[in-house]
């Protein structure tokens, strides 16, 4: 169950939105910009990819390791219909490189790794380790929200909508 401070997600949300990360880290090769005080980041699947079928609500294939969303079997999920259940995300920013799972429905953050903070009094470093996962938060919201205007809006059915089905048609 989604904790309180959540707002409730629809299970397809988060799925298709697993899916045009990945998407648009392979069309974009890694680069998004997200302007504003986020600016420009990297972004590419890890190492773990795990579909479900879309009327389950567990995992039913996982795949990890090196490069799992370049594997025929990736491709393959999506072509059998499975959808992204979680995916596990590495993000740079300038010289920091975070790691994150996006889990579920509810995009529940889980293993965050954050860079290494500075080194210091306890209380300086713990400010330093807020600051970070604070910027992780950030770079995550401005993702969703570049999702959430382009998912709206009526270019997602007349142009996104088909390239992303044209990206899982390829067969590399």
Not at 38 to 60: N, Q, T
Not at 76 to 81: Q, T
Not at 152 to 163: E, H, N, Q, R, V
């Amino acid at each position: 169950m989604a904790n309180q401070d959540q707002l409730p997600v629809a299970p397809h949300t988060a799925s298709e939105f697993y899916t045009w990360l990945w998407w648009q880290s392979e069309k974009n090769e890694t680069r998004f910009d997200l302007g504003g005080d986020i600016g420009k980041i990297e972004l590419w699947v890890d190492d773990r990819l795990a579909f479900r079928l879309p009327d389950s609500p567990k995992p039913s294939a996982v795949l990890s390791g090196e490069n799992p969303s370049a594997s025929m079997e990736a491709r393959a999920a999506l072509l059998g219909g499975k959808v992204v259940h979680d995916l596990r995300l590495a993000i740079r920013r300038d010289d920091r490189e975070f790691g994150v799972t996006l889990k579920g429905a509810t995009m529940d953050l889980q293993r965050a790794k954050i860079p290494q903070a500075i080194e210091g009094t306890s209380e300086e470093a713990l400010h330093d380790r807020m600051f970070l996962y604070e910027e992780l938060t950030a770079i995550l919201g401005a993702l969703f929200r570049e999702f959430a205007k382009l998912r709206t809006s009526k270019a997602w059915g007349k142009t996104t909508l088909p390239a992303i089905r044209k990206w899982v048609a390829a067969q590399e």
